[in-house]
């Protein structure tokens, strides 16, 4: 069991930055892969960044050379560096995680609000 707690959302202007973290604890860190998701009403949870065990990252290509994802195994933590945020990116952000070994995404946190507006 992993649990995953989200901080670091708000409101921020156009062309600004902020960075989500995401805190795990119950399970080996190490052993899982990590990614955020963001959601907005009415659409599809869609996959944003996802970091391996060994720290090889992903982006959707709405976010490359924006965002970056990064962890730290020491602290249990990853973190999403956003920077020139768009309106566009306004979502409700989760972190998520999967064991190595799974195809899919078995932990969630509560998520966290990120607004981009003037």
């Known amino acids: 069991q992993v649990q995953l707690v989200e901080s670091g959302g708000g409101l921020v202007q156009p062309g600004g930055s902020l960075r989500l973290s995401c805190a795990a604890s119950?399970?080996?860190?190490?052993?899982?892969?990590m990614g955020w998701y963001r959601q907005v009403i009415g659409k599809q949870r869609e996959l944003v960044a996802s970091?391996?065990?060994?720290?090889?990252?992903n982006y959707a290509s709405s976010v490359k050379g924006r965002f970056t994802l990064s962890r730290d195994n020491a602290k249990n933590t990853v973190y999403l560096q956003m920077n020139s945020l768009k309106p566009e990116d306004t979502a409700v952000y989760y972190c998520?995680?999967?064991?190595?070994?799974?195809?899919?995404?078995?932990?969630w946190g509560q998520g966290t609000q990120v607004t981009v507006s003037s």
């Open positions: 998520a995680a999967r064991h190595w070994g799974s195809l899919k995404y078995d932990y």
């Open positions: 119950g399970s080996t860190f190490s052993a899982y892969v």
């Open positions: 970091i391996t065990v060994d720290g090889s990252t």
